[in-house]
């Protein structure tokens, strides 16, 4: 079993829709949560960084991490062209302990 | 640098040849991480240096994989005898001490072995 398991997608929505991105983990003792965005071509890149349980909202984004179920959520508001990319998520004990989600693949419809 | 740069950005090799990558992290960062992304995969940590040393290469999938860093900067990573499998990209990230959780990644080495 896979430390982190994500839902590849594709995901398509229409602007403006409200996104949920998903993750299940399994270590119970990995702290830190994360999400990265990664635009095609491109290096992944932190979007949201979450230490234990919780919600942390940044502007249109929100992080929510259920330990009870080991559920890592994003929720993406008015959701714009512009955030199509491949979201990945993250769990670990530091940066030289993460593991990763294969990604989901986003795309936002004009 | 203002990033972290990789070179090249794209490597189509023949099966067998040896394949060295590049990666030049954002200066005065310490810490520097190689890790793999292969489709549907993932990314898979490979190595990790502080400084010009590897305490965790506990990732490298044989001993066909090697690394080394240099003047606590630049960083090659070396595959040797490349088999299809090894077809993945290879990306590069580093942070201001290791301390800390937040990695900036390049942009990749993309490899391609035919």
């Known amino acids: 079993q896979k430390e982190v398991e994500q839902d590849p997608g594709p995901l398509s929505v229409p602007e403006g829709a409200i996104v949920s991105l998903n993750c299940t983990y399994s270590?119970?003792?990995?702290?830190?949560f994360m999400w990265y965005r990664q635009y095609s071509r491109k290096g992944p890149e932190l979007l949201m960084y979450?230490?234990?349980?919780g919600n942390k909202e940044d502007g249109r984004f929100t992080a929510q991490v259920d330990k009870s179920s080991k559920y890592i959520s994003l929720f993406i508001r008015d959701s714009q062209p512009s955030d199509s990319a491949t979201y990945l998520c993250a769990q670990g004990t530091g940066a030289n302990n993460l593991f990763f989600g294969t990604g989901t693949r986003l795309t936002v419809i004009p | 640098g203002a990033g972290v740069s990789q070179s090249p950005s794209n490597k189509v090799t023949e099966k067998g040849k040896d394949v060295e990558l590049r990666c030049d992290p954002i200066s005065g960062h310490t810490a520097l991480y190689w890790y793999r992304q292969s489709l549907g995969q993932g990314l898979e940590f490979l190595i990790y240096?502080?400084?010009?040393?590897?305490?965790?290469k506990s990732g490298l999938p044989s001993d066909r994989f090697s690394a080394e860093r240099t003047g606590g900067s630049v960083s090659t990573l070396t595959i040797q005898r490349t088999q299809q499998e090894d077809s993945a990209v290879y990306l590069c990230?580093?942070?201001?001490?290791?301390?800390?959780?937040?990695?900036?990644f390049g942009a990749g080495s993309r490899l391609t072995v035919l």
């Open positions: 990230a580093s942070n201001p001490t290791g301390g800390t959780n937040v990695l900036t």
């Open positions: 270590n119970s003792a990995f702290q830190y």
């Open positions: 240096f502080q400084g010009n040393s590897a305490p965790d």
């Open positions: 979450t230490y234990s349980s």
